[in-house]
């Protein structure tokens, strides 16, 4: 694609590893290869305007700014970048005083959120090594490696080096439209390859998350993990399980909500990450096997709606995962003895706790989620005014699309799905006719209620 870059590539990655395998090495000695304007595809016609406000605010305040990450790594993909991250000199008190549309943001990591309407520019200081101590802001890591806060300023070289991959890594100088590669990543870029700077286990110790990065920028950009950067990944998937739920909630809606969420899936499961996340959803597809293909199906559904740029929400997402573990559940409840509806509730209520140790879900989503389940048992039954009750629900539509979903799985037999995909095209006179078909014309019956208890049974009727 721009192949005069391929001329950085030797060197680069070779003096990156003799500097990180000797830790007192000065990290000053790692020069960059610095790629002009003129040799590189990057336009500020490709950064947003609030983006490079920030940059030469900056800049003309006397710091050293740059753009790094995904934007820069994108946009020499010839994508598109959906958001800025800014490196800066700066400390993010500098930044705040510099902006009055900013704020300081996180503890673990601390950085400044500049907002421009609905857009936000991330501002972060440079990162030096967290073993160093400048003044009180001292980098903080558990006995097993775990980087538990990284607040201590550095250089432009040792941030770089605090990056995870080395596409991630590469540096745009507003000074004069240059990028800097501190550890190859412009080979990368065009061997399409993702590597870790660093040893990988050391830095998925660090930061477990990163192997859920390595997945989903894996499935997104179409790269191949680096065979030493994959190496580590299946026995330390069980570090995910040290992280904060809420953080992998964050992480959950990136690697399922950004278009390839099906390889997502498929990939995450291979490496045993999948399980870490979904405990109880991964348990379930080892006890039945429509459990599997309801969750791609899901993710096939939903990275279509989001290749037709139709909205998605984690409630029907998570709804799906965790329907498997809910219904097998409510059914062993029921075999023992417990009628539909409590099973129901209980499972789910089960497999929501069990699932929050793991990923929370904010209450926002959670509520949907669990009405979605609910609807299940109602759609179903169809008599009086049930189905035109069900039918005004506000989550009546996910539900029919999980209901899809269960059909098209093989949980169910088909039927009940096709019933109310009549019901709602229906004009008056079909849905009574409908309505009929299952007995239940709210003119001729009102609103009768079941006289019998249903056998334990979980097919609908
Ligand atoms: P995208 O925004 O497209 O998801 P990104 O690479 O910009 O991808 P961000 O989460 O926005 O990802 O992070 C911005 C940059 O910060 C990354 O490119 C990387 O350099 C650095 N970074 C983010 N998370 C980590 C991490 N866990 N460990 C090390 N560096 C990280
Ligand atoms: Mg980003």
Redesign the pocket.
């Known amino acids: 694609m721009f192949r005069g870059l391929t001329r950085f590539l030797p060197g680069s990655g070779e003096q990156l590893k003799k500097l990180l395998d000797s830790p007192d090495s000065p990290v000053e000695a790692l020069t960059p290869q610095v790629i002009p304007r003129s040799e590189h595809p990057v336009s500020r016609k490709q950064i947003s305007d609030a983006a490079l406000k920030v940059l030469y605010r900056l800049d003309g305040a006397g710091y050293e700014a740059y753009l790094?990450?995904?934007?820069i790594?994108?946009a020499l993909l010839g994508e598109t970048?959906?958001?800025f991250?800014v490196a800066t000199n700066a400390t993010p008190e500098q930044v705040r005083d510099l902006f009055r549309n900013s704020r300081l943001i996180g503890r673990r990591f601390r950085i400044v959120h500049v907002r421009f309407g609905r857009e936000i520019i991330?501002v972060?200081t440079f990162r030096g090594k967290p073993q160093d101590e400048h003044g009180d802001n001292i980098a903080q890591q558990s006995d097993d490696g775990l980087l538990l806060r990284d607040n201590v300023w550095g250089s432009i070289e040792e941030d770089a080096l605090?990056?995870?991959?080395t596409v991630?890594?590469l540096y745009y100088s507003i000074a004069d439209f240059s990028i800097h590669d501190f550890a190859g990543g412009i080979g990368d870029i065009n061997a399409r390859t993702l590597r870790l700077i660093g040893d990988p286990a050391t830095?998925y110790r660090?930061?477990p998350?990163?192997m859920l990065?390595a997945v989903?920028?894996a499935a997104?950009l179409g790269f191949e993990i680096a065979p030493d950067t994959e190496a580590p990944m299946y026995d330390l998937a069980p570090l995910l399980l040290q992280i904060p739920p809420a953080r992998l909630f964050d992480e959950a809606l990136?690697l399922f909500m950004?278009g390839q969420g099906l390889l997502t899936f498929q990939l995450l499961s291979h490496y045993g990450l999948f399980g870490m996340l979904f405990p109880e959803a991964e348990e379930a597809m080892a006890d039945a096997a429509w459990v599997e293909t309801l969750i791609e199906q899901a993710l096939r559904n939903t990275d279509q709606r989001i290749a037709n740029d139709r909205p998605v929400t984690p409630a029907f997402l998570f709804a799906a995962f965790l329907w498997g573990p809910v219904a097998l559940r409510a059914a062993a409840l029921e075999n023992e003895g417990m009628p539909a509806v409590p099973a129901l509730q209980t499972a789910s209520q089960q497999v929501v706790m069990r699932q929050l140790q793991h990923i929370s879900i904010p209450k926002r989503f959670g509520m949907p989620m669990r009405e979605i389940w609910e609807l299940q048992a109602r759609l179903p039954q169809r008599r009086g005014k049930r189905a035109f009750q069900s039918r005004e629900h506000p989550r009546f539509r996910a539900a029919f699309d999980l209901l899809l979903l269960r059909e098209q799985a093989g949980e169910l037999p088909r039927g009940l799905g096709d019933w109310w995909e009549a019901f709602q095209q229906g004009d008056e006179h079909e849905q009574r006719r409908l309505l009929q078909k299952v007995g239940g014309d709210p003119a001729s019956q009102g609103d009768r209620r079941r006289k019998k208890r249903r056998k334990p049974s979980r097919k609908p009727d």
Do not use: H, M, Q, Y
Not at 68 to 71: A, E, F, L, W, Y
Not at 162 to 165: E, G, I, S, T
């Open positions: 790094v990450g995904g934007c790594r994108d970048p959906k958001d991250d991330e972060t605090r990056r995870d991959f991630n890594a830095r660090e930061d998350v990163r990065r989903r920028f997104k990136k950004s």
